[in-house]
């Protein structure tokens, strides 16, 4: 059974930085069309951006787009989500999320396209 686990959180300021990793185990994880999601408190988990399989093509969520960058490295299993200029309103609990239909390679935006799922990482923006 693979698993997805997210680290990288934490506690920044409004303005900083984070990178938030994605470490899949098991040896398929180029089959995978790769996404990052976030839910605040209160709030349903959204889309924040996806990625191909090959990592020739992203997509990010409006609020997002411009500021976070998203990147898969296919030799370590690994999928980061890089946050620049992070602002209060990206305060949630964040996760990663594979799309294991080794035939498809668009991006899905919606929860339901993605079958495996990591614990989650948080991340803090105080202002």
């Known amino acids: 059974q693979v698993q997805l686990v997210e680290s990288g959180g934490g506690m920044v300021q409004a303005g900083d930085s984070l990178r938030l990793s994605c470490v899949a185990s098991?040896?398929?994880?180029?089959?995978?069309?790769m996404g990052w999601f976030r839910q605040a408190p209160g709030k349903e988990r959204e889309f924040v951006a996806g990625?191909?399989?090959?990592?020739?093509?992203?997509y990010f969520a409006e609020p997002v787009k411009g500021r976070f960058t998203i990147s898969r490295d296919n030799a370590k299993n690994t999928v980061y989500l890089q946050m620049n200029t992070l602002n209060p309103e990206d305060t949630a609990f964040y996760y990663c999320?594979?799309?294991?239909?080794?035939?498809?390679?668009?991006?899905?935006?919606?929860?339901?396209?993605?079958?495996?799922w990591g614990q989650g990482t948080q991340v803090t923006v105080s202002s």
């Open positions: 999320a594979a799309h294991t239909d080794r035939w498809r390679d668009s991006i899905g935006k919606y929860e339901r396209e993605y079958e495996l």
């Open positions: 098991g040896r398929t994880f180029s089959w995978y069309v």
């Open positions: 990625i191909s399989k090959s990592g020739s093509s992203t």
